[in-house]
């Protein structure tokens, strides 16, 4: 494993160019994993549509992709980028895996090549769960970022499946009839460890030595690794400029996705997120930064805490009872063996 | 599988206009030197049109990984590589069994991108191929000449489901931007799957191809078949399949599906239809040049029967498929009978649409009665092509237009009579419909 200073100072492959909006948590993650990717190994990466892709590959504009300042004579530092539909980027990549495999095999190749496959949760959990589902059931031998901002971002902030229930989207409004979002997100993670992953993780660069040590890590698994990356939305889920980070590492403390990491064969671990309420943030002061819950709590200027709104304690309530589930729930993935 | 080396020697590389390319990355002659010959001489055999389709990709060295996923009447294609590549023990090709079609076409992608020299192949039919649209559109944009999606031809929808062959779903998707080739009978098959990708690699097309036969009457019957050692496929391919003068993602610095303003677009997309319209250059070269080596008829615009050598012709047919057999058996006796001049055309090249070709072919008959063997709203897919090849003829043969085989059904002799009484009384001056359905020797 490398050292976090290490880690810091290489080049990314993720390029000054991208037009994701200032605060994008997306273009944190990207960053790093350029980084951690900076490792001696030639890149394969694949992204799907998404607010990553639409940003960050578009032309006439800035790719903002590529080997950086390096001399092209160092293949060490080649990379390479495909897009294709929405659901694609596993795919795609599981054939990269599988083209690159098959010349070795041939003795075709002699130099490394690591492939990275990315999406956003819409393309990752909705049209493409079939897709990243098979490709962990066939073991390829790929990392997989899934950028978890829980809406369909590129496309107006829509619902997708992993939205936080009462979350104010676009296609589940807040009204007299309806309180936002009416469902419970889709157990994505123990889903990848059913079909079959190597390593699967949920962490977010606001733990920033944890979130290069689990790509580093996923990089190195001999099976599919899967990152999904608690990605707060500035546009989507209205908060303040500068927030970005802080909203992301108080989302994992007080239980709305907790940073964990499982590694086949070695079991897992919830990071910085206690087992019991009492020991968390409160769960209103992470719903308070975001407009997308403006409609479940309200400051209090007696305390200057966030409060439930009048009439809303039982959705309030509920919202507490679905995140104790969620860290119990990561908690018992984490024995899985 | 043992993990190369990491090393920071340079690797030599030059620019293109779609980032650096390192020649030196792949090392071809390893996979072709790791080819393990299926034939070392010419043999006739006995198969299918799929075992056909399948011991053409087999022989190839450029294809070394086989996507697939079942779908009637295309799965014997996919069982046919299995049981070959089950049976080499240390060899070094790869069956890849998908999800569904649609991950198929995908793979593809990543496929084709990651090695522009070697040839990904699949094959597919009907609704299995409208489940793979969402991406042949992205293929047949996409430069990569490198992909064979052979498809075995059955009438689309499920409502009815029909399995038999017409070819509405290739018909259907001639706008997905292949390089789409017809094939009728077993060595037609063979040979056509054999050249599609010296075209579709062709660095002046770069444009995948879509080869196909007509499912169960091509597909599933047995008939002779001559197959060539692969050594002289591989002298015939290697002469016509230079390397990619473009990176691939294991052999360069590259990005491929960026995101355009509508501006850019227009070029990506009259550059597209330029590479494809370079088809109808080489693809008569290749069609001689395999004529040359395997004393058998390469890839052409057509086949025809009965013409002249002036072209002056009564009434000329223009179709596809192994129904114009049957056209070609009863052709004189009708000719006879009826004292006119008959001739036909059996399309190959579907797309791009050989005008100038059909129209030198056509420019002097006096009617052309077009069989359409699939579903269309209007006048059918086939008649409107034609009509555009006919249209700036200074004198336009009639055109009409009749549909017959749908659903995969016979085209019987009696049927061909049928079709051309009605094409002969819309010579002799009776106004006939828009277009008429003939099944089994009747006007339905």
Redesign the interface.
């Known amino acids: 494993m490398s050292g976090y200073k290490d880690i810091a100072l290489r080049e990314s492959s993720f390029r000054p160019g991208s037009t994701l909006c200032p605060g994008c948590m997306e273009s944190i993650a990207l960053q790093n994993v350029g980084r951690v990717s900076d490792n001696?190994?030639?890149t394969?990466f694949?992204i799907g549509t998404s607010c990553a892709?639409?940003s960050s590959?578009?032309?006439?504009n800035v790719?903002a992709?590529?080997?950086g300042d390096a001399s092209?004579?160092?293949?060490?530092k080649?990379?390479?980028?495909?897009?294709?539909?929405f659901?694609?980027a596993p795919?795609?990549?599981?054939?990269?895996r599988?083209?690159?495999?098959?010349?070795?095999?041939?003795?075709?190749?002699?130099?490394?090549?690591q492939v990275i496959a990315a999406s956003g949760d819409g393309g990752a959990l909705a049209i493409g769960l079939?897709?990243l589902l098979?490709t962990i059931y066939r073991q390829s031998r790929i990392t997989m970022v899934v950028l978890v901002n829980e809406i369909f971002a590129n496309t107006g902030f829509q619902y997708s499946p992993a939205t936080t229930p009462f979350a104010e989207t676009s296609t589940t409004p807040v009204g007299e009839a309806q309180a936002g979002n009416p469902r419970l997100p889709l157990d994505y993670i123990h889903l990848c460890i059913a079909a079959g992953a190597g390593m699967v993780a949920q962490v977010s660069p606001a733990h920033g030595k944890l979130f290069v040590k689990t790509i580093e890590k996923a990089l190195a698994c001999d099976t599919t690794a899967v990152v999904f990356v608690p990605a707060p939305c500035i546009s989507g889920w209205k908060f303040d400029d500068g927030e970005t980070v802080h909203l992301a590492e108080l989302g994992a403390q007080c239980g709305a996705y907790p940073a964990f990491v499982w590694e086949r064969g070695k079991g897992g671990a919830v990071k910085d997120c206690a087992r019991e309420a009492d020991d968390r943030p409160r769960l209103e002061e992470f719903l308070g930064l975001q407009r997308r819950f403006h409609h479940l709590v309200q400051k209090d200027p007696a305390s200057g805490q966030f409060v439930a709104r009048p009439g809303r304690e039982p959705d309030v309530e509920r919202m507490r009872s679905w995140t104790q589930s969620n860290v119990e729930r990561l908690f018992r993935l984490a024995e899985l063996p | 599988?043992?993990?190369?080396?990491?090393?920071?020697a340079?690797?030599p590389?030059h620019a293109t206009p779609s980032?650096?390319l390192?020649p030196d990355?792949?090392?071809?002659e390893?996979?072709r030197e790791?080819h393990r010959a299926l034939y070392t001489e010419r043999e006739t055999i006995t198969a299918d049109g799929n075992a056909a389709a399948a011991l053409a990709t087999l022989q190839m060295w450029r294809c070394?990984?086989y996507?697939g996923f079942p779908i009637t009447p295309s799965t014997k294609w996919m069982e046919t590589v299995a049981a070959h590549i089950a049976k080499q023990v240390g060899g070094?090709k790869?069956v890849?069994l998908?999800?569904?079609e649609h991950?198929v076409a995908?793979?593809?992608?990543?496929?084709a991108?990651?090695?522009r020299d070697?040839v990904f192949p699949t094959a597919t039919s009907s609704v299995g191929l409208d489940h793979m649209t969402?991406?042949t559109r992205?293929l047949g944009a996409s430069g990569l000449g490198n992909v064979l999606l052979i498809d075995v031809y059955r009438a689309t929808a499920n409502f009815p489901l029909c399995i038999e062959g017409d070819p509405s779903d290739t018909l259907a998707h001639r706008d997905d931007g292949f390089i789409q080739i017809a094939c009728r009978g077993k060595q037609q098959i063979y040979d056509t799957v054999l050249q599609a990708p010296c075209l579709g690699m062709h660095h002046d097309v770069l444009t995948p191809t879509m080869p196909g036969y007509y499912g169960i009457k091509d597909s599933h019957r047995n008939a002779r078949l001559i197959v060539e050692p692969d050594a002289e496929v591989h002298a015939f391919q290697d002469r016509w399949i230079q390397p990619c003068p473009l990176?691939?993602?294991?052999n360069?610095?590259?990005?491929?599906?960026?995101?355009?303003?509508s501006r850019?677009f227009q070029g990506f997309k009259v550059s597209q239809k330029r590479r494809m319209e370079r088809v109808l250059h080489w693809l008569p070269q290749i069609g001689a040049d395999f004529e040359r080596q395997f004393g058998r008829p390469g890839l052409a615009f057509f086949d025809t029967t009965g013409f002249p050598d002036d072209g002056a012709v009564d009434l000329a047919i223009v179709t596809m498929g192994p129904d114009f057999g049957t056209f070609e058996a009863m052709r004189e006796q009708y000719a006879a009978k009826s004292g006119l001049r008959v001739a036909g055309v059996a399309m190959r090249l579907l797309t791009p649409f050989p005008r100038d070709a059909v129209r030198k072919r056509l420019e002097r008959a006096k009617a052309v009665v077009v069989v359409n063997q699939a579903h269309h709203h209007g006048r059918g897919h086939l008649t409107l092509d034609v009509a555009d090849a006919l249209a700036d003829l200074a004198v336009m043969p009639r055109i009409i237009s009749v549909f017959a085989g749908l659903g995969g059904a016979d085209v019987s002799q009696a049927t061909w009579e049928r079709m051309l009484d009605h094409g002969r009384a819309a010579l002799g001056g009776t106004t006939v419909p828009p277009w008429a359905i003939f099944h089994e020797g009747r006007q339905l």
Do not use: Q
């Open positions: 001696g190994r030639k394969i694949s892709e639409v590959l578009a032309f006439p790719v992709w590529g080997r092209p004579d160092d293949f060490a080649s990379f390479s980028i495909i897009h294709n539909v659901e694609s795919t795609l990549a599981e054939a990269a599988d083209v690159s495999d098959i010349l070795a095999d041939h003795g075709a190749i002699d130099r490394p090549i079939r897709s098979h | 599988m043992k993990e190369p080396i990491a090393t920071a340079p690797m590389h980032g650096d390192y990355a792949v090392r071809l390893r996979v790791a070394v990984l996507a070094k790869r890849k998908m999800e569904a991950a995908d793979y593809l992608v990543g496929a991108a990651a090695c070697l969402e991406t992205s990176p691939g993602l294991v360069g610095d590259t990005a491929f599906g960026t995101c355009v303003t850019h």
